[in-house]
């Protein structure tokens, strides 16, 4: 019984990680249709950047906000520069991204190397709480964990529940017939590919927290997020939790139970759910 419960808290936990990240790709990719193949290059900016700044600072909470808001401005000058013109074309865009991913990849291997780091946090953070039926367990992970559900709260109101997010859900829908009601659909997406992008970056600093960050990790993350969309639903900020859980406690499970076919199983997830519902589970049908 402990073990059954230790391995469904390490999935849940995983499953922060997942979100996080996820959770600006489902903004940008659901709600923009703009493919970016660059999310988990973001992922890994951020998580160095935030590697860089905690450690000059000591502050892991000041290398969060600047990994976070560093990596949003860099999406942004990326929509801007290469992306918005080609928004509606989604092979140019994949192809941009790509290449965008390809050269930021080398250019974090010239400027951090390939060794492994990990962003440093304080240590008051890096001990055990007793968690009932389990015992001993990292407070860090458990504080990533809240951390997913309150930028999981907040997003969700934010979309649902704001006169800002009504307007993201008019362009989404009809961005012509939004624009005519006077909604700058511009300045709309420009709000959302910041966000997305700064998601990215921050869930880069959460996750070089618990995990090393090492070259490798932009493509492993960009292919569990878009699982996770996938199978959550595009646009659907509770989805990627869903989808997240999902993927989180079947890679953990799988680890424990058939550490060999892990992988495949996460995988043969998105399958089923694309066969049986292919707008994801909590999407919309087009």
């Known amino acids: 019984m402990e073990q059954v419960l230790l ?3 390490n999935g849940l936990t995983l499953a922060g990680v997942y979100f996080l990240v996820a ?3 489902t903004l ?3 709600l923009m249709r703009v493919i970016t193949l660059a999310h988990g290059t973001s992922f890994l900016l951020g998580g160095y950047l935030g590697y860089v ?3 000059a600072t000591g502050n892991w909470i000041i290398g969060a906000l600047g990994g ?3 990596v949003g401005f860099l999406g942004l000058l990326i929509y801007h520069g290469l992306i918005r013109r080609f928004q509606h074309d989604d092979m140019r865009v994949a192809l941009i991204t790509l290449g965008v991913a390809i050269i930021g990849t080398d250019l974090m291997m010239a400027s951090f190397g390939g060794l492994a780091t990990q962003v440093p946090i304080e240590a008051n953070v890096q001990q055990g ?6 015992g001993q367990y990292p407070l860090i992970r458990l504080l990533v964990l809240g951390i997913a559900i309150v930028v999981g709260v907040a997003l969700t109101l934010f979309i649902s529940r704001t006169r800002f997010g009504s307007r993201v ?3 989404v829908d009809d961005s012509q017939m939004a624009s005519a009601t006077g909604v700058n659909v511009r300045v709309v997406f420009t709000v959302i590919f910041f966000l997305g992008s700064a998601l990215a970056g921050f869930a880069g600093v959460v996750g070089g927290t618990l995990f090393p960050l090492q070259p490798g990790q932009d493509g492993t993350y960009l292919l569990y997020s878009l699982v996770v969309v996938i199978v959550g639903g595009m646009g659907s900020i509770p989805g990627a939790a869903v989808g997240a859980v999902l993927v989180g406690l079947v890679s953990q499970y799988t680890l424990v139970l058939a550490p060999t076919y892990a992988l495949v199983l996460t995988f043969a997830l998105m399958v089923v759910v694309l066969a049986f519902r292919p707008q994801g ?4 049908t087009a």
Request: proline share 4%.
């Open 7 to 9: 391995v469904t808290l």
């Open 23 to 25: 959770s600006g790709l």
């Open 28 to 30: 940008i990719f659901g």
């Open 53 to 55: 700044i905690a450690t």
């Open 68 to 70: 976070a808001i560093a």
């Open 129 to 134: 709480v007793d968690v009932p039926f389990i």
């Open 169 to 171: 859900r008019a362009g």
């Open 281 to 284: 589970i909590l999407g919309r």
